[in-house]
């Protein structure tokens, strides 16, 4: 949700292939979704519980996440709205690795649409293994944070990481919080933005201001 209120406050027509149930979560956000006046004609409504519920233990230097999903169905709304819906730019939040989605990538490419995607991830694996590597590559934009860039390529030194994703992806953007952002193109330098000189109350959140900002700015070419 604040990757796609993010988008549709500055301005872009963004369509958003939510999945809601019947319980008091989905139509929380399906309210808040109504009071902003994102399109929801993409929404998919089911007479069930769908209950995606995170929560986030945010410290200065450190933060958490604890998550509960209720089984999705199949198939997800965004594979049916790759099939039908237009786009310049498809943003994945989160790091997806699952079975569908070659079908995903293959479905937007051949449409004609760029695809993006989120670094948020937990997991251990690293781009040396098979799958997620050929996420990576499928790939026309990855925007990790810094820990997750560190994470995924096994490289404590920054710069490091950032070109050993360049080499697999087009185009990379680092997140590193008040060390500002950074982003390379594929054979090209690394270029750092400084951070705004800011107090944060709460920073949960930000990264998914900062993808729908950038992609907003940018629209991949």
């Known amino acids: 949700?604040?990757?796609?209120?993010?988008?549709?406050?500055?301005?872009?027509?963004?369509?958003?292939?939510?999945?809601?149930?019947?319980?008091?979560?989905?139509?929380?956000?399906?309210?808040?979704?109504?009071?902003e006046?994102?399109?929801?004609?993409?929404?998919?409504?089911?007479?069930?519980?769908?209950r995606y519920v995170t929560v986030a233990a945010s410290f200065p230097h450190d933060r958490a996440f604890i998550a509960y999903y209720d089984p999705s169905p199949a198939p997800?709304?965004?594979?049916?709205?790759?099939?039908?819906?237009?786009?310049?730019?498809?943003?994945?939040?989160?790091?997806?690795?699952?079975?569908?989605?070659?079908?995903?990538?293959?479905?937007?490419?051949?449409?004609?649409m760029k695809l993006a995607m989120d670094g948020n991830t937990s997991d251990e694996e690293r781009v040396s293994?098979?799958?997620?590597r050929s996420v990576v590559q499928t790939l026309d934009l990855l925007m990790p944070n810094a820990s997750e860039a560190r994470r995924m390529t096994g490289e404590e030194d920054l710069p490091?990481?950032?070109r050993v994703l360049a080499d697999l992806c087009p185009l990379i953007v680092v997140k590193d919080?008040?060390?500002?952002?950074?982003?390379?193109?594929?054979?090209?330098?690394?270029?750092?933005a400084p951070s705004l000189g800011l107090t944060p109350v709460d920073t949960t959140g930000a990264g998914d201001c900062f993808?729908?900002?950038?992609?907003?700015?940018?629209?991949?070419?």
Not at 211 to 221: D, R, S, W
């Open 177 to 192: 919080g008040p060390g500002g952002a950074y982003g390379c193109e594929r054979g090209g330098p690394i270029v750092h």
């Open 211 to 221: 993808c729908a900002t950038f992609v907003t700015l940018t629209a991949l070419g």
């Open 1 to 35: 949700y604040n990757t796609v209120a993010s988008l549709h406050r500055l301005g872009v027509h963004v369509g958003w292939p939510a999945d809601f149930g019947d319980d008091d979560f989905s139509r929380f956000i399906l309210e808040k979704a109504r009071q």
């Open 76 to 112: 997800r709304g965004a594979l049916r709205a790759l099939a039908s819906a237009t786009a310049r730019v498809v943003i994945v939040v989160g790091m997806y690795t699952g079975r569908l989605f070659g079908v995903g990538a293959r479905l937007a490419h051949a449409r004609g």
């Open 160 to 162: 490091t990481a950032i």
């Open 129 to 132: 293994s098979r799958k997620l």
């Open 37 to 50: 006046g994102i399109d929801g004609s993409l929404f998919s409504h089911y007479k069930r519980p769908l």
